[in-house]
C-alpha cells in the first residue's frame, strides 16, 4: 500500500513534443504529490507539486494532472527541449510526512 | 524553499573505516532526512533526524552502522561506519520546506566510493 508505480522507466521524445510519465499509488492517506527531476551527479529538485484537492497544476511548461478517484497522476512536459533530458521521480507523502518515492523515469530529448 | 549544502561532496575511502557526512540548511527546519541512491536507481529513506530527538530509522538500517546526529535546526552529520564496498552510492541530505511542513528540498549529495 506504501508503492508508488512509476511508469515508464524511460522515455525519448523529440523536441517539441509532449513527455507524459505517469505515477499510480494505492494509499489514499497520502496528502502532497510532488515531482522532482535529478540532473546526472546532482541532487533531486523539486519540479512541481500538486494536493489531492486539486485536478491539474500547470507551472509554464510542467503540468500535473491527478485522478483522485483513479489513485494516478501524471506529469506533462510540454515544448520538450534538449535541457529537461533528466531523470523524473514522482513522490508520495505519507501521513509521517515521509516521500514514498517512484522507481524514476529517463527522459531524453532529442534534438 | 532551503538551500542545503553537504560535505564532502565525494570520497574514496577504505574498507573498515568511517566517514561523516555533514548537512547544512541555510534555515532552520524541523525535519531532516537522509537518503542512499544506487546511481540510476530511486531513493531509498535511511531515517528521518528530528532535533532534540534520536533519529528514526527505515527498516534495513541501524544506528550502529549509520549514527546520525542533528545538534541543532540547521545541521545534521550522517556517519557510515565500518565500511564496506556495498556502501559505496550517494548519500543525500533533505530537508523539509519552510513552509508548513512542505515538501522537501535537497542537497547535492556526498558520492562514496569504498575499495
Known amino acids: 500500500q506504501q508503492q508508488v508505480k512509476q511508469s515508464p522507466q524511460s522515455l525519448i521524445v523529440q523536441k517539441g513534443g509532449i513527455s507524459i510519465i505517469n505515477c499510480a499509488y494505492e494509499?489514499?492517506?497520502?496528502?502532497?504529490f510532488p515531482w522532482y527531476q535529478q540532473f546526472p551527479g546532482k541532487g533531486p529538485a523539486l519540479l512541481i507539486a500538486?494536493?489531492?484537492d486539486v485536478s491539474e497544476k500547470k507551472e509554464g511548461r510542467f503540468t500535473i494532472s491527478f485522478n483522485k478517484s483513479a489513485k494516478q497522476f501524471s506529469l506533462h512536459i510540454m515544448d520538450s527541449q534538449p535541457g529537461d533530458s533528466a531523470t523524473y521521480f514522482c513522490?508520495?507523502?505519507?501521513?509521517?510526512?515521509?516521500?514514498?518515492w517512484g522507481a524514476g523515469t529517463k527522459l531524453i530529448i532529442k534534438p | 524553499s532551503a538551500v542545503i549544502s553537504q560535505k564532502p561532496s565525494r570520497d574514496i575511502c577504505q574498507r573498515g573505516t568511517s566517514l561523516t557526512i555533514q548537512c547544512q540548511v541555510d534555515?532552520?527546519?524541523?525535519?531532516m532526512f537522509w537518503y542512499r541512491q544506487q546511481p540510476g536507481q530511486s531513493l531509498t529513506l535511511i531515517a528521518t533526524?528530528?532535533?532534540?530527538?534520536?533519529?528514526?530509522?527505515e527498516s534495513g538500517f541501524v544506528i550502529d552502522k549509520f549514527p546520525i546526529s542533528r545538534p541543532n535546526l540547521t545541521f545534521s552529520t550522517l556517519t557510515v561506519s565500518n565500511m564496506s564496498p556495498e556502501d559505496s552510492s550517494i548519500y543525500l541530505c533533505?530537508?523539509?520546506?519552510?513552509?508548513?511542513?512542505?515538501?522537501?528540498?535537497f542537497g547535492p549529495g556526498t558520492r562514496l566510493t569504498v575499495l
Open positions: 533533505s530537508a523539509e520546506g519552510d513552509n508548513q511542513r512542505d515538501t522537501q528540498y
Open positions: 534555515s532552520q527546519v524541523t525535519m
Open positions: 533526524a528530528n532535533q532534540g530527538s534520536e533519529a528514526t530509522y
Open positions: 494509499n489514499t492517506a497520502f496528502d502532497y
Open positions: 500538486i494536493r489531492p
Open positions: 513522490a508520495a507523502r505519507d501521513s509521517n510526512y515521509q516521500l514514498i
